[in-house]
C-alpha cells in the first residue's frame, strides 16, 4: 500500500513469492526497519516517487 501526495491510500496487488526488501537495525536498545526503496515504476509515478524494492523469495 501506497499513499499518494493527497493521503489517499492505494493498494497495490503483490506476487506471493516477493517480499519487502529492508534493513533492520538495533541502537540503544532500540529496533528499527529502514525499507529500501527504488525508483518507482512507471505506471505507479503518479502516486509516489519512491517505491519498495521486491525480492523473490527463494522455492524451498
Do not use: F
Not at 22 to 30: A, M
Amino acid at each position: 500500500m501506497e499513499k499518494d501526495h493527497d493521503k489517499q491510500s492505494h493498494w497495490v496487488p503483490m506476487d506471493t513469492r516477493m517480499a519487502i526488501q529492508g534493513l533492520l537495525e538495533e541502537r540503544d536498545n532500540e529496533m528499527r526497519v529502514y525499507v529500501v526503496t527504488i525508483n518507482t515504476p512507471p505506471e505507479y509515478a503518479w502516486i509516489h516517487d519512491r517505491w519498495p524494492r521486491l525480492v523473490r523469495l527463494k522455492d524451498q
